[in-house]
Structures are given as structure tokens and as C-alpha cells.
């Protein structure tokens, strides 16, 4: 079955452990697009995050961010699809954490809110690129809808926050862990996986037509979608049990690797 569109996750999958794009698989995904597949990102991600490594690879395509909260096109800015949590459950998510003293941040329109510019927030900085806004106890008010909130922590405490708040909420929102320290919370109908089936029926693509590359918790729904999930060689042990197929590392160009073998043989 012919692979008509690739939904690439970010964070260490397509990006190296220096936050970069490796030349390889930027010519892997040339060739792909050039070949007529659509190739899109999939991220955890604010839209303005991943819109710079969109231009990098010259995309011209919705891309899913926010764990499929938000689907935005990159050059009209059209957005496509967006679920933010709903207010009331985000003040009852963020009462819970100042509860907890759990660090939480969120996000409105595209611009990403802290208490205060601490080492949590400065680590989140460098690492996106964004700004965060230092609001401080406004935070805990949630004026508008937040397209998603994200606590942080050490790995231990983040999987105990993870069993809190899907006890607590359950079916009412969508929680994940993505990197080991990243604890996402999004609208309950908010998942790449969702994301992912909604662009392939926009652009008329099949499931089994479609190529989906990720390693965390919050790829684990489109890797189960995919008709072609593919599992980074650093994935969790849980993303690798639902993928069909296993790459390399995403240090050892693992994307490429994929590319190469099963879209552009």
C-alpha cells in the first residue's frame, strides 16, 4: 500500500538530542514531498515552535500541535481544528495542582503562561523557543480556555501526578506523559491519533495510507491509527507494543532511516 501522508512527531523523534534536524532527514523529506506525499508535524508543541522547523523543511501543510488541539495551516495561518480544555475543568486542574504544589503551565492563543519565571519555565524556554509570560496567581484564574496545560517534575513525581488526575477526571480530559518529566492535559477529544484521522479525511487519505513516526505517551494514539506506525528505536516500551514497524533512534536518524525504506525504497 502506497504511504500518502507522514505525521512526524518532534521531540526525540524527528529532532536530535541537540534540537536539531539532521541534512539526512531533511533530504528524506524533500524527496517524500516531491514524490507527491504530504508530510506534516505532529507535536506536543505550540503552533509557533513547530512552525519553525515547518519552514526549515519548507512545509506548506496544516500542522497538528498542542497534541492535536490545535491544527493551523503554515502559510495562510488558517486553523483547521481547535479543542481547548474547557474552563471549568481547567480550574478544577489548576486548583488540584496548586494543591499538589505541582508546576503548571498554560497556554491561550498561542502564548504560554507561567506563575512565575522559574527554573521550570526558563528550562521550558530554551527548550521551545517561546516566551513565557509571568502572570503570577492570574494563572490560577484561567481567563480564557487553554488549548492545553502542561505540569512538570521529576519523572517519579510526574507518574504519580499522571495516576492523580486520571483518577480524578478520567474521560474528561486527555492526560499523557510525553517526555518523562512532561505531564500534557487536553480537551477529552484531543489526541494526535484524533488530529491525525481528522487531516487524512480532510486530504482524503486512507488509514492504511497513512505513515505516523513518534517515541512518547502522547504519540501512542497515532501510532495505533496509523495504518503505518512506526516506533522510534528510543520509544517507550508501550508506543513500541502498539507500533507495526521500529526505526532507529532518532540520534541515529531513525525518520530518515523510515523515509528511505518505506516511502521512497
Not at 512538570?152 to 480524578?168: C, L
Amino acid at each position: 500500500m502506497t504511504i500518502k501522508l507522514i505525521a512526524i512527531d518532534l521531540d526525540d523523534t524527528l529532532l536530535d538530542s541537540k534540537l536539531a534536524v539532521s541534512p539526512r532527514a531533511c533530504e528524506a523529506i524533500r524527496k517524500a514531498v516531491a514524490r507527491g506525499v504530504t508530510v506534516t508535524i505532529a507535536t506536543g508543541r505550540m503552533y509557533c515552535s513547530a512552525l519553525v522547523y515547518a519552514k526549515q523543511l519548507k512545509l506548506d501543510v496544516p500542522l497538528i500541535t498542542y497534541n492535536g488541539a490545535l491544527i493551523k495551516s503554515c502559510l495562510s495561518g488558517e486553523t483547521l481544528l481547535h479543542q481547548p480544555v474547557e474552563r471549568e475543568l481547567a480550574l478544577e486542574v489548576l486548583d488540584l495542582c496548586r494543591e499538589h504544589n505541582w508546576y503548571i503551565q498554560t497556554y491561550m492563543n498561542d502564548k504560554l503562561y507561567v506563575k512565575e519565571l522559574d527554573e521550570h519555565a526558563a528550562y521550558y524556554m530554551r527548550f521551545s523557543g517561546a516566551p513565557a509570560n509571568a502572570i503570577g496567581d492570574r494563572l490560577y484564574i484561567a481567563e480564557q480556555p487553554p488549548t492545553k496545560m502542561l505540569a512538570m517534575s521529576t519523572a517519579e513525581d510526574v507518574k504519580a501526578a499522571y495516576d492523580i488526575v486520571k483518577t480524578r477526571f478520567d474521560n474528561k480530559l486527555t492526560v499523557a506523559i510525553s517526555k518523562p518529566t512532561f505531564l500534557e492535559i487536553t480537551h477529552p477529544l484531543a489526541n494526535k491519533g484524533r488530529a491525525l484521522a481528522f487531516l487524512a479525511d480532510k486530504l482524503h487519505i486512507r488509514q492504511e495510507e497513512v505513515m505516523a513516526l513518534g517515541d512518547g505517551g502522547n504519540d501512542l494514539d497515532m501510532i495505533k491509527y496509523a495504518g503505518w506506525g512506526v516506533a522510534m528505536g528510543n520509544a517507550s516500551d508501550a508506543v513500541k507494543a502498539a507500533a507495526r514497524l521500529e526505526t532507529l533512534s532518532n540520534d541515529a536518524d531513525g525518520v530518515a532511516e523510515a523515509i528511505e525504506k518505506y516511502v521512497l525504497k
